[in-house]
């Protein structure tokens, strides 16, 4: 990980963008009936995010993008709310503070389908801390959980065939390209294998059709085929690749049938923190990419 200097340098919106996101506000407001009026959240969204970012310099954390509720704005949406009422479970992969569960559950979910997950669990008493409602959400929290780790999502595991729905929302970009399509056949072993049951989830994208790669700078240095340190290479997919991708991780499963879509939209650049974001990576034609594959 870059020093804080660095990351705060490139990665760093002071103000949240309460105004762009009147969704995130209300969810607050929701769980925070005093805190009517929208200003006086500001001060406490600035020191839960700056808690939040003296645990990870992370670009997602420094420029607000946990503001954005990308789930909501999927057009399987509903469905995947219809679902969770009929009892079915959803896994929010790399949940951070559990924004969108607690958007599902505003949505009308029930909360007891609700799982968050994260490799990081010191972001979960934040989230108690901003939304009060320890004993109130009856979903789970599991932390400290690495993908990479087969005892995950392997034999013997309690996630192993859990779930119905995972959601990997701003997730599969955490991964270098060439372990992107291990990393999601290791979350089918964590869905149910039954007809519908289905990943689904969003990333910054690009325009460009074969994708786009560029050396990661936030990251740390990893070393080479020849034992040189460099930065890990970073991707954006476009629509094509990231179906490419979810095709590539299940190529090996014998006698299933998935669908691949993926669809890109606008990538808002009007506030500041995805103006930031944009001009940082302007040379890779940056659209949001929402995309899911599901059983048939």
Not at 49 to 62: F, S
Not at 262 to 273: E, I, R, W
Request: glycine letters at 6%; aromatic letters at 12%; a negative charge.
């Amino acid at each position: 990980m870059i020093d804080e200097a660095t990351a705060k340098a490139k990665y760093w919106v002071e103000e949240p963008p309460i105004h762009a996101h009147p969704d995130a506000v209300s969810l607050i407001q929701h769980h925070r009936p005093e805190l009517q009026d929208a200003e006086a959240i500001i001060p406490i969204l600035k020191d839960i995010r700056l808690k939040a970012w003296k645990i990870k310099y992370y670009p997602c954390v420094g420029l607000w993008h946990f503001f954005k509720f990308g789930m909501t704005e999927m057009s399987i949406y509903p469905e995947i709310i219809e679902r969770l009422k009929q009892g079915q479970q959803i896994l929010d992969m790399g949940c951070f503070m559990g924004f969108d569960g607690r958007k599902l559950v505003v949505d009308g979910a029930p909360s007891e389908g609700i799982t968050n997950m994260d490799l990081e669990d010191r972001w979960f008493p934040l989230s108690y801390e901003l939304f009060k409602d320890e004993d109130r959400f009856k979903g789970e929290f599991f932390g400290g959980c690495d993908i990479n780790d087969e005892d995950l999502f392997g034999e013997g595991s309690i996630h192993r065939h859990r779930y119905d729905m995972i959601y990997i929302g701003y997730f599969i970009h955490l991964f270098p390209p060439n372990k992107q399509a291990h990393i999601i056949n290791s979350l089918v072993q964590m869905l149910k294998p039954v007809p519908g049951s289905m990943i689904f989830g969003n990333t910054a994208g690009t325009a460009k059709e074969n994708g786009y790669r560029m050396k990661a700078d936030f990251a740390p240095p990893v070393r080479n085929e020849k034992g040189e340190m460099e930065r890990p290479d970073f991707v954006f997919h476009s629509t094509k690749t990231i179906v490419d991708l979810m095709s590539e991780a299940v190529k090996e499963e014998k006698d299933e049938e998935w669908e691949f879509v993926a669809n890109k939209a606008v990538f808002d650049t009007d506030t500041s923190p995805t103006k930031t974001f944009a001009l940082h990576f302007k040379d890779a034609e940056i659209v949001e990419v929402n995309f899911y594959m599901k059983r048939k």
